[in-house]
């Protein structure tokens, strides 16, 4: 199994800024994925996030938004540019320990942008 | 664009009764995946069916996957409180590049 650290937990921020989120495995994996959940909506898959090159983005979400860092096997950041408050939503950091096998999720950020 | 479909979106049941959520995809997929989300949590691995025709159970919980793997299913028999919550079927898709993408949920809300 794989236990995710992600943070931060909750944010408020206000329009025009950015913030960075956090998610810190505690093993080596091969997959990561950053989600965004709307409240009692389906996850929207954003990005993959792939290790040493440019993060693969879904159709609608683009890297001048969304900037993906993952410098290695355990470590990914999303930042969440120049938020508005239709950017409000929890975001979810996904792993998976091997191709075609399950994810492990973080507890998610919830962002409100005022 | 591909999409996994899933329905119903809610359904409210007396404790004791069945339930089952439904996942159809417009391609075939190479494997469904099950998660389920309580209130106020992150999306906890159920399931993965991979074989055509599939069956697995977990105590109360049948899952199945479609012969032609474009389908899957989820039966609950005998709801408990603790049944509450959104279940999610993910999709994995062929030559996808290992993308996994996510049904819509089904919201379940038992009735004591």
């Known amino acids: 199994s794989a236990v995710i650290s992600q943070k931060p937990s909750r944010d408020i921020c206000q329009r025009g800024t950015s913030l960075t989120i956090q998610c810190q495995v505690d093993s080596q994996v091969t997959m990561m994925f950053w989600y965004r959940q709307q409240p009692g909506q389906s996850l929207t898959l954003i990005a993959t996030?792939?290790?040493?090159?440019?993060?693969?983005?879904e159709s609608g979400f683009v890297i001048d938004k969304f900037p993906i860092s993952r410098p290695n096997l355990t470590f990914s950041t999303l930042t969440v540019s120049n938020m508005s408050p239709e950017d409000s939503s929890i975001y979810l950091c996904?792993?998976?320990?091997?191709?075609?096998?399950?994810?492990?999720f973080g507890s998610g950020t919830q962002l409100s942008v005022l | 664009g591909q999409q996994v479909m899933q329905i119903p979106q809610y359904q409210h049941v007396q404790e004791g009764e069945d339930f089952t959520t439904y996942c159809n995809s417009s391609t075939t997929l190479s494997n469904i995946q099950w998660y389920k989300q309580r209130p106020g949590g992150h999306p906890v691995f159920l399931i993965q069916?991979?074989?055509?025709?599939e069956v697995k159970k977990q105590k109360r919980l049948t899952f199945q996957f479609g012969e032609a793997k474009k389908n899957s299913s989820l039966h609950i028999t005998a709801t408990q409180t603790t049944d509450v919550g959104t279940y999610f079927c993910?999709?994995?898709?062929?030559?996808?590049?290992?993308?996994?993408?996510f049904g819509k949920g089904t919201r379940l809300h038992i009735l004591p």
């Open positions: 993910a999709g994995h898709l062929r030559n996808r590049d290992d993308k996994i993408i």
């Open positions: 996904s792993v998976g320990l091997r191709r075609d096998e399950k994810l492990f």
């Open positions: 996030a792939n290790q040493g090159s440019e993060a693969t983005y």
């Open positions: 069916l991979v074989k055509s025709g």
